[in-house]
């Protein structure tokens, strides 16, 4: 048996276009052809009108952090040789908020509204993440 993992994502039917687009370093999102709402997770339906017609597309892999925690304990491994690192809400520039990771950022340049763009971090063969970094010289 695998080693359960608890940093791992669990794949789901519906998001696995969005895994496998990571994969290839691609973010991608969902689109409603109905009313043009742009959704992050991945579901089925549009969150904002209920219509199962929705679409993938790729984002631009740019953001705003939203709000931010550093955190400096958690003894679940992997973490426990990560901290301290830093999860954040990312408002996409097209709408959705997402939870990610920031990278490559000192904990003292972090601040609310800061741009950030997509970077991807392989965790395995088969699951690699999106993660956000700091967008620098425009
Ligand atoms: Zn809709």
């Not at 940093?7 to 687009?21: N, R």
């Not at 809400?89 to 601040?111: C, F, H, K, Q, T």
């Amino acid at each position: 048996m695998a080693e359960h993992r608890s940093d791992l994502p669990t794949i789901e039917a519906e998001s696995q276009p969005f895994w496998e687009a990571a994969r290839e370093g691609r973010l991608l999102l969902q689109r409603c052809e109905d009313c043009g709402a742009a959704q992050h997770y991945p579901r089925p339906f549009c969150a904002s009108c209920w219509s199962e017609r929705v679409r993938w597309e790729e984002a631009s892999g740019k953001g705003r952090v939203y709000t931010y925690s550093v955190v400096h304990v958690n003894d679940l491994p992997p973490f426990a040789a990560r901290v301290p690192y830093v999860v954040a809400a990312v408002d996409l520039d097209e709408g959705p908020r997402i939870m990610v990771n920031l990278v490559d950022v000192d904990p003292s340049e972090l601040a609310v509204g800061m741009a950030v763009v997509v970077a991807f971090e392989q965790l395995t063969e088969e699951v690699t993440v999106p993660v956000f970094r700091p967008a620098r010289g425009g």
